[in-house]
C-alpha cells in the first residue's frame, strides 16, 4: 500500500514540544511536497504546514514562529517540531502528499497517500 505513517503525539503540557514524524511507506518522497494537517474536535481538518522538493515551506498563521517542517527524502521521512503548544493545538495530526505540486503554494494540489493521523493532546 502506499501512504504515511504518523507517530511522535502524545499528551502535553501548554508551552511544551513534540515532534511528529511522518514516514512514506510504498513510494518515493522526494517527488511530492508533503503537507501536515491537523483536525480538531468538532472542526474541519485544517492545514498546517508544507515541505516542498527544492526547500519551499508554509505555515498557518495559527503555528507560525512556533512549528517548523523539514524533511529527509533519503529516510523518506518529513518532521514536524512544534514548540510552545497552545491548548488550540490539540487534535488529530495527520500527512499527506500533493500528487500535483512539488512546491508549497497557498493553495494545494490533488492530495493523497493519507496517513491514519497521530492524537497530540495539550492539557495541563
Known amino acids: 500500500q502506499v501512504h504515511f505513517v504518523e507517530s511522535g503525539g502524545g499528551l502535553v503540557q501548554p508551552g511544551g514540544s513534540l515532534r511528529l514524524s511522518c514516514v512514506a511507506s510504498g513510494f518515493f518522497l522526494n517527488y511530492y511536497s508533503v503537507n501536515w494537517f491537523r483536525q480538531a474536535p468538532g472542526k474541519e481538518r485544517e492545514r498546517i504546514s508544507c515541505s516542498g522538493t527544492e526547500g519551499s515551506t508554509y505555515y498557518a498563521d495559527s503555528v507560525k514562529g512556533r512549528f517548523t517542517i523539514s524533511r529527509d527524502n533519503a529516510k523518506s521521512t518529513v518532521w514536524l517540531q512544534m514548540n510552545s503548544f497552545e491548548p488550540g493545538d490539540t487534535g488529530v495530526y495527520y500527512c499527506?502528499?500533493?500528487?500535483?505540486?512539488?512546491?508549497?503554494?497557498?493553495?494545494?494540489?490533488?492530495?493523497?497517500?493519507w496517513g491514519q493521523g497521530t492524537q497530540v493532546t495539550v492539557s495541563s
Open positions: 499527506a502528499a500533493d500528487l500535483e505540486k512539488v512546491r508549497c503554494t497557498e493553495r494545494t494540489g490533488t492530495l493523497g497517500y
